[in-house]
């Protein structure tokens, strides 16, 4: 069955820096469009990245654009966010999925943004 483990979460001052990683099994990865989600203390879920299958059609939502970066290794079936520049407002469980909403995503990984 699909399953996504995400992994690299952590506490970080305000201008650092995180990556977080996804391991996927379960479904070819290496010909499936990959989101990360994440959601934030008290609210709903937050589509924050897309990544193509072969890594070179990337999107971000506007509030992490040119801070955040996603990638994947096809051979590894593992998908990358790093994080930038990180500010309070990122603070949340950061989820990797397989449809843009969320729905079938892993357990998450949490970022806690604070100095």
């Known amino acids: 069955q699909v399953q996504l483990v995400e992994s690299g979460g952590g506490l970080v001052q305000p201008g650092g820096s995180l990556r977080v990683s996804c391991v996927a099994s379960?479904?070819?990865?290496?010909?499936?469009?990959m989101y990360w989600v994440r959601q934030a203390p008290g609210k709903g879920l937050e589509w924050v990245s897309s990544?193509?299958?072969?890594?070179?059609?990337?999107d971000y939502t506007r509030a992490v654009r040119g801070r955040f970066t996603a990638s994947r290794d096809n051979t590894k079936d593992t998908m990358y966010l790093q994080m930038n520049d990180l500010k309070p407002e990122d603070t949340a469980l950061y989820y990797c999925?397989?449809?843009?909403?969320?729905?079938?995503r892993g357990q998450g990984t949490q970022v806690t943004v604070s100095s």
């Open positions: 990544v193509g299958p072969d890594g070179s059609s990337v």
């Open positions: 999925s397989t449809d843009k909403a969320g729905y079938h």
């Open positions: 379960g479904f070819k990865f290496s010909v499936t469009w």
